[in-house]
């Protein structure tokens, strides 16, 4: 850590390189407070760091702090708010003399230049060559229909036939789309049309697609009958083989609405400040070891959310990115991302806020034929169940335009998981590991939307829309309960991983009726969520963004608290020998607790429904129990 003595005169050239950011204001503030204060100077800190632990002098972070001020302490805090670290991103232009010290670049924003076609086939390049997790063992076999890219901005449905590299689209259609393969046009589409009659986000892809020097793409919109429920539901059982066998998946990842395009600029730079690299940022002079004077480029810390894009909040695209080898994505940035790694077009490349890394989709990489050659390449089995897991969960908060989607629009997942495992799926749940998967969780919330037409069972996570999660039961815990069958029956023998017309679950456990009140007061416990281990704010804001982000798509119609029915039933599946105590100690208590199911009995059918769960819960009321079969519908 070193410190800096910044005077009036470098307060004000900081201060009129950029406004409104965060760095900017510090040192604006700071040159009017030394214009009102004799003193002149302020003694900063500085601690310079590289994400990618890079030695210096290549640096692309700087935190900044005051360190001396000859101010007393009451004038610093009236006058000075900024007295805690600061962090501000570091970049050096390409051909500058300080990029041979700082290797991380400005953010290239202009998706549609030269520059940028020419990273994105570098990185393929590299892909193919480095990184043999990635690299495809032979041209694919084409889907069964692509758009076939003519030249002179002409193109055609191209019905299969042959093998070929293609690129596949993942993008939002946000609207009703205004070119589309239906019935009556699938014919006067395989003789040829427009390019420009194509939605801006399709114009662009088919744009990307010859800048890549490929002659075939798919897209769903074009490629599927779009009035045809039978080829529909083939199709959408192929998305699986359709994005893991495309050459590269194009996601257009910054656009709300197929109607906008995605090769527009960044937001990343701000506009009217010109598209030039290190336009719009906080500038200053740099001098290299060797004498030589360059410039280096400064903005506030900004991580990549991949969760703020647009694309992150339909259900649908989550599966295409993680089944594709390769992606280029086009959001708030330029990005790349394979089973291997994961790259910027400049900027800062801090992945740790996408939980949707290279790391997670490594794991269903290189093992897509069996079990054997998941272990050749180092996964386990309940390694590949946790990427569906953490799958699941991502999924359950992503929106749907359709309810009866909420099982095709992650079948291709699920048949990359059974292939991989063989394993049998059993509306969004698996065989193995079923009496553990029974008990996901929609907490905090006590009550969930559920769809107005039946689509899944009631002990399935897909019967609900909402956030759901697999974490409760912990490996120490003993199951109380058996499953002794489970049935499922899918609507079309084409689409086994798809849309559902019946469900059951036998289930022999200890089952009692319970006192509605009773079962109130415990679900409202239930709601609050248990607290973050450690006395820790930063665990604390964690547990609260995690509280609002699992809400899903809720549409109860009323504010009503949730009321249990008058005859409802408790069906413990788990217990574990301890609890954690609610207190801010959070220490443990060896006291037996019980997870378990609540039911509502369906009369006329003898059957059950299942309306909500519990966790590790310890009441004097549970006890007593009768061992019965119960079905759950």
Same mark, same amino acid.
């Given at each position: 850590m070193t410190s800096a003595i910044l005077s009036r005169s470098t307060f004000s050239n900081l201060s009129q390189n950029e406004q409104?950011?965060?760095?900017?204001?510090? @040192?604006?503030?700071a040159l009017k407070l030394s214009e009102k204060l004799e003193n002149d100077c302020f003694t900063f800190s500085l601690k310079p760091s590289h994400s990618k632990g890079n030695s210096l002098p290549d640096l692309d972070k700087i935190e900044i702090a005051?360190?001396?001020?000859?101010?007393?302490?009451?004038? /610093?805090? !009236?006058? @000075?708010?900024?007295?805690?670290?600061?962090?501000v991103e570091v970049y050096a232009v390409k051909g500058d003399p300080a990029s041979n010290h700082i290797s991380t670049k400005p953010i290239n924003a202009n998706f549609a230049s030269p520059e940028s076609f020419q990273q994105a086939r570098a990185w393929i390049d590299d892909c193919f060559r480095d990184h043999p997790e990635c690299t495809a063992a032979a041209v694919p076999e084409l889907p069964t229909r692509v758009v076939e890219v003519l030249g002179n901005s002409s193109l055609r449905l191209h019905i299969a036939g042959g093998k070929a590299s293609y690129a596949a689209l993942s993008y939002c259609w946000g609207e009703q789309q205004t070119f589309a393969t239906t019935l009556s046009s699938v014919a006067d589409y395989t003789q040829g049309f427009s390019l420009s009659a194509l939605p801006q986000s399709l114009q662009d892809a088919v744009k990307v697609t010859t800048e890549l020097g490929l002659k075939y793409i798919w897209i769903d919109s074009l490629c599927i009958i779009q009035d045809s429920p039978s080829d529909k539901e083939r199709e959408i059982s192929q998305m699986a083989q359709v994005y893991s066998n495309a050459y590269i998946t194009i996601c257009a990842a910054n656009a709300k609405a197929c109607s906008e395009g995605f090769l527009k600029s960044s937001g990343e730079v701000k506009p009217g400040l010109g598209s030039s690299p290190g336009d719009g940022l906080l500038k200053m002079p740099y001098k290299c070891q060797n004498g030589d004077l360059g410039n280096v480029f400064f903005r506030e810390e900004s991580p990549y959310h991949s969760m703020w894009e647009p694309i992150s909040k339909r259900a649908w695209t989550l599966q295409e990115r993680l089944l594709s080898p390769r992606a280029l994505i086009y959001g708030s940035r330029f990005l790349w991302q394979c089973h291997t790694a994961q790259y910027s077009d400049g900027g800062i490349e801090d992945w740790s806020f996408d939980v949707l890394g290279s790391g997670h989709r490594r794991l269903l990489s290189g093992a897509s034929g069996s079990?054997?050659?998941?272990?050749?390449?180092?996964?386990?089995?309940?390694?590949?169940?946790?990427?569906?897991?953490?799958?699941?969960?991502?999924?359950?908060?992503?929106? /749907?335009?359709?309810?009866?989607?909420?099982?095709?629009?992650?079948?291709?997942?699920? !048949?990359?998981v059974h292939d991989i495992t063989g394993d049998i799926?059993?509306?969004?749940?698996?065989?193995?590991?079923?009496?553990? #998967?029974?008990?996901?969780?929609?907490?905090?919330?006590?009550?969930?939307?559920?769809?107005?037409?039946?689509?899944?069972?009631?002990?399935?996570w897909a019967s609900i829309d909402h956030g759901v999660s697999f974490d409760k039961i912990t490996e120490d815990s003993t199951l109380l309960a058996r499953v002794i069958s489970c049935d499922v029956t899918p609507r079309s023998e084409q689409a086994p991983f798809g849309e559902i017309t019946h469900g059951i679950l036998e289930i022999d456990g200890p089952l009692k009726k319970a006192d509605p009140e009773q079962i109130k #007061?415990?679900? /409202?416990?239930?709601?609050?969520?248990?607290?973050? !281990?450690?006395?820790n704010a930063t665990l604390w804001n964690k547990a609260i963004i995690n509280m609002i982000m699992s809400s899903g798509n809720q549409?109860?119609?009323d504010d009503s608290v949730w009321e249990p029915p008058e005859s409802v039933w408790c069906l413990l599946l788990f217990s574990r020998n301890?609890?954690?105590?609610?207190?801010?100690?959070?220490?443990?208590?060896?006291?037996?607790? @019980?997870?378990?199911?609540?039911?509502?009995?369906?009369?006329?059918e003898d059957r059950y429904r299942r309306i909500g769960s519990f966790f590790n819960q310890r009441r004097d009321w549970l006890g007593h129990w009768d061992h019965q079969t119960v079905a759950i519908i």
């Open positions: 409104g950011s965060q760095a900017s204001d510090a @040192f604006t503030d005051m360190w001396k001020s000859e101010m007393d302490t009451a004038t /610093l805090s !009236k006058h @000075f708010p900024y007295r805690r670290p600061i962090t079990m054997q050659s998941a272990r050749q390449t180092g996964i386990g089995l309940q390694q590949v169940f946790q990427v569906w897991y953490h799958t699941v969960q991502e999924y359950t908060r992503r929106e /749907l335009t359709l309810p009866s989607d909420k099982l095709p629009a992650i079948a291709g997942m699920a !048949k990359a799926y059993l509306a969004g749940l698996w065989k193995s590991n079923l009496a553990y #998967e029974l008990m996901w969780s929609s907490q905090p919330a006590t009550r969930f939307a559920t769809p107005a037409v039946w689509r899944a069972p009631s002990w399935s #007061e415990m679900m /409202l416990d239930e709601s609050m969520g248990p607290p973050p !281990k450690e006395n549409n109860y119609g301890w609890r954690w105590d609610s207190s801010y100690e959070n220490r443990k208590i060896a006291e037996t607790c @019980f997870s378990g199911f609540i039911l509502e009995k369906v009369e006329s």
